[in-house]
């Protein structure tokens, strides 16, 4: 099988998504909020994928656009 790092990567967004999902409301304060940021979040990463380097930690990665954007919106 070819090795892909695109689909790897997008593979371990996906089972980051429930901890990510979590992050966000717990940043938010409310399921509503936390949902769009969480959306807003999974659009960034994936618009600034080529800045992405492979090697780092994408859960460390997806959590500081999730901040960043929270901290953005306030």
């Given at each position: 099988m070819?090795?892909?790092p695109a689909n790897e990567w997008r593979e371990e967004?996906?089972?980051?998504l429930p901890?990510?999902?979590r992050y966000a409301v717990s940043l938010?304060?409310?399921l509503h909020d936390g949902e769009d940021l969480l959306h807003s979040t999974?659009?960034?990463a994936l618009t600034k994928f080529d800045q992405?380097?492979?090697g780092t930690d994408?859960?460390?990665w997806l959590f500081r656009i999730a901040k960043n954007l929270?901290?953005?919106e306030i």
């Open positions: 070819k090795h892909d967004l996906v089972a980051l901890r990510l999902r938010t304060g409310t999974i659009e960034r992405f380097t492979q994408l859960d460390r929270w901290l953005d």
